[in-house]
């Protein structure tokens, strides 16, 4: 470089001047500033990136938590079961689909197994098989269900008293369908029910089950048929509706029992006294199942009802002279219309002075069954009148009665006869203990009584006499 | 390179060209007190927009580029007209008996060829480094010391310059 350049360049230099100290101290004072704003930035980042870092490490930790708990339930959702809240929210993100072959098949074998300890009463196998154990019976449908079941396969097999079978039945599952949420199912089962006797009916039975980490369980149990529909009608008009029981068993027996009296054996030609030891096996059932609930009072009035019923047939009314006398030839009507002789031992002595009338009863019904007497198309019960009074006392009448027994039909028909009686009170009721005719032309006084007396000439004993005479009258139409 | 000792970095670089600054910036505006808000909003912008600067070795231009945007809007801002020949500077016609001292030519000179003249007389900056500085090809810088250098022969008469 020459000199004039290079003092040129000193030249140009020296026009610039040197920088002030104002110039370093503003510079100093911006690089102060630009620091102090990186402490801070950096202090806000750092917390930030704290809290950023902490955020994601709980996020994570989270999302972790989150999967292993769909994955865990979404395998196993029985596990989540009983668990509170997190069974709701598996339930809820729960998709609903059909079971598989071996769980359908483990879903009807239980319900096939509730079925038939519900139908055998026995109530201890049925709680171990329900997810409310013993207090399955909480469960209204299953409750209803249960007693429906004891009903269709006990009721009139037995009068009540009597001791069941245990294999009265046989179950077959004809047709089963189930769908699963989570831990809960859902089941419709059609089973084949056989009685002893050979006669089935199906059943549709709409089952609720849920499973836990001890295995499935029943919840609830019902069925809609026609029949079971019936049953609650039946149920409701007896009067068992909103029955409880503290000795369950007992309870749902007696309600089969007391449903099938009420409803056949009640009407049926069982004796009188038979009815009424049934009725006292019914009431003894019913304090043992102690019941509980606003119909019991009812359910006592009921049967106490019945008894008295009963008893007053047993114990007939006190008649009248007059009206024993219509009752006696309302029954001997009643047998020929019947073609059987009646039963008179409530109101009418055996003895030597009525033998023959017995006789008389049984061959009328001979010749009605023969055809050689008219049958009766209805009788009833008619009046009678004392046209006089032969002897009588507080305990003892002899009289001729009246008596026009309402017969519609027949050469009988609004025919009236007389008819002499000798009555006895026993108790407070009176007692035929003779019976005797003179008029009208009759078996009885034309033929009966004339043929007895000649064999009790001829030596015979009364009842002897009494019997050959209706023999002889018999062969007639009957050769 | 981390954030702190980046920063680390850029002020002990800050110290270090505080002068080159600080001329190159008085290239420009011709006043002290422009001079140094300039190179303060310099640092300022640098320090905002560093990690937008790759490479370390392209520090210098880099910052050199945003002080000269900046004197420059400083400049607009005070409207001050950077002409060849400012009359009220100098009232005489140039080239006359009267002698126009260095820092008045060197005002004198158009922005562009006062910027090449300042980095590369004042500053010392090598052509290239000037090409990096102002992003523009290396003959256009030498054309424009040339003019520049021409000029200042005109103004200050040819006495301590020659081609």
Redesign the interface.
């Known amino acids: 470089m020459r000199h004039n350049d290079r003092q040129f360049i000193q030249s140009l230099k020296a026009g610039i001047p040197t920088p002030p100290q104002s110039y370093y101290q503003k510079i100093d004072d911006t690089i102060a500033l630009l620091k102090k704003h990186d402490e801070e930035h950096i202090s806000v980042k750092t917390r930030h990136g704290q809290f950023v870092s902490k955020s994601l490490h709980i996020a994570t930790a989270c999302i972790v938590a989150v999967l292993l708990f769909v994955c865990t339930f979404a395998v196993k959702p029985s596990l989540a079961a009983e668990l509170p809240l997190i069974s709701n929210v598996v339930y809820a993100l729960s998709p609903t689909i059909s079971v598989n072959a071996e769980k359908l098949n483990r879903v009807s074998e239980l319900i096939k197994s509730a079925v038939m300890s519900f139908a055998m009463g026995d109530y201890t196998s049925a709680s171990a098989l329900f997810y409310e154990g013993d207090n399955w019976e909480e469960d209204k449908y299953t409750y209803a269900t249960a007693k429906y079941l004891h009903y269709l396969l006990h009721s009139t097999e037995k009068a009540p008293g009597e001791e069941t079978t245990a294999e009265a039945v046989s179950f077959t599952v004809v047709n089963a369908n189930a769908h699963q949420k989570a831990f809960r199912f859902g089941a419709v089962i059609t089973l084949e029910l056989k009685g002893k006797d050979g006669s089935t009916c199906f059943e549709k039975l709409y089952c609720e089950l849920i499973e836990t980490v001890d295995g499935l369980y029943i919840t609830s149990v019902r069925t809609e048929s026609d029949s079971y529909l019936k049953y609650i009608t039946m149920c409701n008009s007896y009067g068992l509706e909103n029955l409880q029981y503290k000795n369950l068993s007992a309870g749902i027996s007696f309600e089969t029992e007391y449903l099938s009296f009420m409803t056949v054996h009640k009407n049926s030609t069982i004796s009188t006294e038979e009815k009424l030891r049934m009725l006292e096996h019914l009431q003894k059932k019913f304090a043992i199942a102690q019941p509980d609930g606003q119909a019991q009072q009812s359910i006592i009035q009921k049967l106490e009802d019945e008894r008295a019923a009963l008893q007053e047939q047993i114990t007939p009314a006190v008649m009248s002279a007059e009206e024993l006398a219509a009752e006696v030839l309302y029954r001997y009507y009643l047998g020929r219309k019947s073609g059987t002789v009646q039963d008179f031992s409530d109101i009418m002595e055996r003895n030597e002075a009525t033998n023959l009338f017995f006789y008389d009863a049984q061959l009328a019904v001979d010749k009605t069954l023969a055809g050689s007497l008219t049958a009766f198309d209805e009788v009833e019960k008619g009046t009678a009148e004392i046209l006089e009074t032969i002897r009588s006392d507080n305990e003892h009448m002899t009289a001729r009665f009246y008596i026009k027994t309402k017969i519609t039909s027949g050469p009988m028909r609004g025919v009236g006869e007389e008819i002499i009686f000798t009555l006895e009170k026993r108790d407070t009721c009176w007692i035929v203990v003779g019976y005797d005719r003179t008029t009208d032309d009759g078996v009885y006084v034309n033929q009966l009584k004339p043929l007895s007396e000649q064999y009790k000439k001829a030596g015979l004993s009364w009842q002897e006499a009494d019997e050959k005479a209706y023999k002889e009258l018999l062969r007639e139409i009957k050769p | 390179m981390h ?2 000792k980046k ?1 680390k970095w850029f ?1 002990d670089q ?2 270090e060209l ?2 080159e600054l ?2 190159f910036a ?2 420009i505006l011709r006043s ?1 007190p422009e ?2 808000d300039a ?2 909003n310099a ?2 912008k640098a ?1 905002t927009h560093l990690d937008s600067l790759r490479n370390k070795s392209s520090f210098k231009p880099w910052l050199f580029r945003i002080l000269r945007n900046e004197c420059y809007r400083i400049a607009k801002l005070q409207q001050k007209t950077i002409t060849l020949y400012d009359q009220t500077l100098y009232p005489h016609k140039v080239g006359s008996e009267y002698r126009v ?3 008045n030519a ?1 005002s004198q000179l158009p922005q562009e060829q006062r910027e090449v ?2 980095l590369y ?2 500053c010392d900056y090598s052509i290239k480094q000037i090409v990096e500085i102002l992003e523009i090809p290396s003959g256009t810088v030498k054309s424009r010391l040339s003019r520049a250098r021409a000029e ?1 022969k005109r103004l200050l008469g040819g006495e ?3 081609a």
């Open positions: 954030k702190d920063l002020y800050i110290i505080r002068n600080f001329c008085y290239g002290v001079s140094e190179v303060s640092i300022i320090h001292d260095v820092e060197l003249i300042t007389y004042i200042l301590y310059y020659e």
